[in-house]
């Protein structure tokens, strides 16, 4: 059965510095994927940034970036220059082998930027 | 832009009374989810959907029940609603039409409460 894990319920960080967010992950399975998906109060999931298993380059988008270390079952999610905006529930998740393509959810990481 | 929506947004409403939660994508996408996330938790997935007329369980058991009878549309269905169902559902969607890593896309979430 898979398995994400998220140690941190609540972090915060100063307004432009660099924060990371833990995820360790658990499968059986060779292939897989890992996603990080922002929930601000508002509710709704937004999709930031996405780790194949096979992918031998950590994942880049903007300001978000993944350290995916596959020996250790690690997939942090760092977020450069951090902005007030930044403050939400952040979700990592990984995805299921099957033709379905679900997803497994970790507890999630609540980041309050601080001005 | 992902296009899903639910309605309604919040609903406040008795115990017994039967309810439906609307989720509706003009993506095209085949698959389609239902998770259920209780404040500051995770998602769990109780419901997906392969296609029309497929639907299957997820990990969460849920007394709700779901129909897929075309493809934009995925209800879901509580015959008798209980204090136990208050909770925030989010509809989500995937493929086709998306280019690799196929995320899904989710819609602003009904925050329902049972009293």
């Known amino acids: 059965a898979q398995k994400i894990t998220q140690t941190q319920p609540g972090m915060f960080v100063q307004e432009k510095e660099a924060v990371t967010l833990d995820c360790t992950y658990d499968?059986?399975?060779?292939?897989?994927?890992l996603f990080w998906y922002k929930q601000p109060s508002s509710g709704e999931m937004i999709f930031l940034i996405y780790q194949g298993s096979y992918d031998e380059q950590n994942a880049t988008e903007g300001r978000y970036s993944l350290n995916f270390q596959k020996a250790r079952k690690s997939a942090n999610l760092v977020i450069s220059a951090s902005q007030l905006g930044d403050s939400a529930m952040y979700f990592c998740?990984?995805?299921?082998?099957?033709?379905?393509?679900?997803?497994?959810f970790g507890s999630g990481t609540q980041l309050t930027v601080l001005p | 832009e992902a296009d899903i929506y639910q309605t309604p947004r919040y609903l406040v409403i008795g115990t017994g009374k039967k309810i439906t939660l609307e989720c509706s994508q003009t993506?095209?996408?085949?698959?389609m989810y239902w998770y259920q996330q209780d404040p500051g938790m995770e998602l769990h997935l109780i419901h997906y959907?392969?296609?029309?007329?497929?639907?299957e369980k997820g990990d969460l058991s849920s007394e709700s029940t779901v129909s897929r009878i075309r493809t934009e549309h995925f209800p879901l269905t509580l015959e008798s609603a209980r204090p136990s169902h208050t909770s925030q559902y989010l509809c989500?969607?995937?493929?086709?039409?998306?280019?690799?890593?196929?995320?899904?896309?989710f819609g602003p979430g009904t925050r329902l409460t049972v009293t």
């Open positions: 998740a990984m995805r299921i082998p099957g033709s379905a393509r679900q997803l497994t």
């Open positions: 989500a969607s995937s493929e086709p039409g998306t280019t690799y890593p196929y995320e899904q896309y």
């Open positions: 959907s392969y296609g029309v007329n497929s639907t």
């Open positions: 499968t059986s399975d060779q292939s897989y994927g």
């Open positions: 993506m095209g996408h085949d698959k």
